[in-house]
């Protein structure tokens, strides 16, 4: 049975926003009759679709429609100031960069105003502000450095008509409400297999208890997990213990991929090391699975979500002896879930026996005419008869050694941070990160000299060992030739190491890359590498201001603290385009409070999230909507976004401290 909408209307021409000169256009069928649809009838996602049906046996010229835009000649995109939607600490460069079109004049002048709470605004200073050097996008930019201003207060610019949010001057700046939100709420809304309460709210339910069963062997599932052969001792629709506890949703999905669980501990282990937070806001009871947001429980909160990601990591390791590649749904109705994680399955462990023709593999491609195995009709009516009676989770193991390095990271890095905390859990997680380089270390390739490098990074800082410390200069080659990607990482190690012409070799590549690195900053006005792709660039920029900050601590001369604080800057607003939300919900003046995150049906958001952002209409239009369903501008994600931003927040709070 197929179901179809019924068109709001039908004609011949459709006025689109008549009433608006800058909205209207218009469409003309010059064969069948136009259709006018709600699409949200079939889809959360949906939006008003027009259509023409396509007439039986036409073969050419099937539909013919003439769209015709509104066009005002006298219309220019008007002025944008970007500022950060936090704001900034007294010693740090200040810089509103403001976006013009091109076809008007640079004529104003930036008003620094203060906002005084009996007298409105007070005009500070009055700067010229200076050209950017450089083509990015299709406006002109110009920059108003306003660093000398330095009082404590609330403050906005001004240029012409146009006025920016108000942001803080003020030393506190960085000290409250702004990395607070990912370890408050953002970590525990995400956190599987637990109940989440905020007071009287309960986020989500207990959930996926039922995780998880071993996927069938040589098959592909729709959303790019990969399966070969089984492990071996495994059939396929084993029920394979110790996978239900631990880990975090993936954001706007519920599935855990394993990147996703390291790459979280890894972030949030490196900002224990280097900041010592010890910040408690949050219950974790694992023995009744209940996580109580905003009620202390004595214990560092960022230890306990290190303690969660490495159930789910540990409890893997434990079951096959190598890192799975993730867990995730088995069929399509539940992958587009959208409410309670709580509802996605029973928590039944499914006890067999393995179905002969099991509907939730519908959705699974199995071969590349994968036509026969489903309709595609089918997959978009999801009426009840498609509900599939087996609803458990499907585990899929990994398809490379890439991802088994990388897991080495997360594990010697939490190792370390949890010593003297939770010393059987450190001993676990190091003795795995051991075992796992034992057994893929040899593993060769580009991508896998990626990880081989940040996983013996973390190996000589925990260890100490010399095996270590030998593997490490025997890659001269690979990290020279990547010294630009790994060089944060490699210089955390190079301390440890006491060859002292492989030192200064490497010291030397790092030398020549930093003018490669600081100029790709300088590329355009906000003062970071910005080289968009189908996604907002923010995550990326964010990970570039966490690698920037530790190539500043270990080589101030070389690499300036600046980029760093503009990637911190770009997310929190200084980033192109009309929309100067903070890419981190409730976090800012104004921020993306509409985002695509497990509450996205809601038009709602998760505080401390941390969207993909601005993202590149082809070839230079900068575009972030306040849509939900827009994954590539407003998607949250674990294993970076937020614990990034988190850790960019702290390290330019301990940075302009000193």
Same mark, same amino acid.
């Given at each position: ?163 920016? &949010?108000? *942001?803080? @001057? =003020? ?6 409400? $702004?990395?607070?939100?990912?370890? +408050?709420?953002?970590? %525990? ?83 224990? &090391?280097? *900041?010592? @937070? =010890? ?6 009871? $694992?023995?009744?699975?209940?996580? +109580?947001?905003?009620? %202390? ?362």
């Amino acid at each position: 049975m197929s179901l179809n909408a019924t068109p709001i209307a039908k004609g011949r021409e459709l006025t689109v926003a008549p009433e608006n000169e800058l909205q209207r256009m218009k469409i003309k069928s010059l064969s069948g009759p136009l259709q006018l649809l709600d699409g949200r009838i079939k889809h959360n996602n949906g939006w008003f679709v027009v259509r023409s049906e396509i007439p039986a046996g036409a073969t050419t010229g099937a539909i013919e429609w003439i769209v015709t835009p509104n066009i005002v000649d006298s219309w220019h995109y008007g002025p944008v100031v970007h500022t950060s939607q936090v704001g900034y600490h007294p010693n740090q460069e200040k810089r509103a960069v403001i976006e013009l079109d091109k076809r008007l004049a640079a004529d104003q002048s930036a008003v620094i105003k203060r906002i005084d709470p009996d007298n409105g605004y007070t005009q500070i200073a009055t700067i010229e502000p200076q050209p950017f050097k450089g083509e990015f996008l299709r406006f002109n930019y110009l920059i108003a450095d306003f660093s000398e201003v330095k009082e404590p207060g609330m403050y906005v610019v001004q240029y012409g008509d146009v006025i920016s &949010e108000a *942001f803080q @001057i =003020d030393a506190t700046v960085y000290d409250q409400g $702004v990395w607070q939100p990912v370890l +408050e709420y953002f970590l %525990p809304v995400q956190m599987c297999h637990m109940k989440v309460f905020e007071k009287y709210r309960v986020w989500h339910d207990v959930c996926h208890l039922d995780d998880a069963l071993m996927a069938p062997p040589n098959i592909n599932h729709f959303d790019g997990y990969t399966h070969g052969e089984l492990p071996e001792g495994y059939k396929a629709y084993q029920p394979v213990e110790g996978l239900n506890a631990g880990g975090w949703h993936d954001a706007g999905d519920y599935d855990m991929r394993i990147e996703s669980q390291v790459g979280t501990v890894f972030n949030l282990a490196l900002a224990v &090391e280097e *900041f010592a @937070i =010890d910040y408690d806001q949050t219950l974790v009871d $694992v023995d009744r699975r209940i996580v +109580e947001i905003h009620h %202390p429980d004595g214990k560092p909160d960022a230890l306990q979500q290190i303690e969660h990601g490495l159930a789910a990591i540990l409890g893997g390791y434990r079951a096959f002896n190598e890192l799975y590649r993730g867990i995730i749904c088995n069929n399509l109705r539940q992958y587009v879930l959208l409410g309670d994680a709580g509802s996605m399955t029973d928590n039944k462990v499914f006890e067999g026996p393995a179905p002969k023709n099991h509907n939730g593999l519908w959705f699974l491609k199995v071969s590349t005419d994968y036509s026969k195995y489903y309709n595609p009709q089918d997959n978009y009516d999801m009426i009840e008869e498609h509900v599939p009676e087996l609803d458990d989770r499907m585990v899929f193991m990994n398809e490379g050694p890439g991802r088994q390095l990388d897991g080495i990271t997360g594990l010697a890095a939490a190792s370390r941070v949890l010593r003297g905390y939770n010393d059987k859990l450190a001993d676990e997680a190091l003795e795995t990160a051991e075992n796992l380089w034992d057994a893929f270390g040899d593993s060769e390739g580009r991508w896998v000299n990626y990880a081989k490098i940040s996983s013996l990074v973390e190996l000589i800082i925990t260890t100490n060992k010399e095996k270590y410390k030998q593997a490490f200069i025997e890659l001269k080659p690979e990290i020279k030739q990547s010294i630009s990607r790994m060089g944060w990482n490699v210089a955390r190690a190079l301390p440890f190491i006491k060859d002292t012409a492989f030192k200064q070799e490497i010291e030397k590549s790092l030398e020549e890359a930093s003018s490669e690195i600081n100029a790709q900053a300088r590329e355009n006005p906000f003062g970071v590498p910005y080289h968009p792709a189908i996604w907002g660039a923010g995550w990326g920029i964010q990970e570039f201001g966490v690698s920037y900050y530790f190539l500043n601590k270990h080589h101030p001369d070389l690499f300036p603290i600046d980029p760093m604080l503009n990637a911190l800057n770009f997310v929190l607003g200084c980033h192109p385009g009309e929309n100067t939300a903070s890419f981190a919900s409730n976090i800012g003046t104004r921020s993306q409070t509409v985002a695509y995150g497990v509450n996205r049906a809601d038009w709602s958001f998760i505080p401390g999230g941390v969207v993909s952002g601005t993202n590149l209409t082809r070839p230079d239009f900068p575009e972030m909507k306040d849509w939900p369903f827009m994954w590539q501008q407003t998607e949250y994600v674990v294993g970076g976004g937020s614990t990034h931003f988190m850790f960019l927040v702290l390290g330019a709070q301990k940075y302009l401290s000193k």
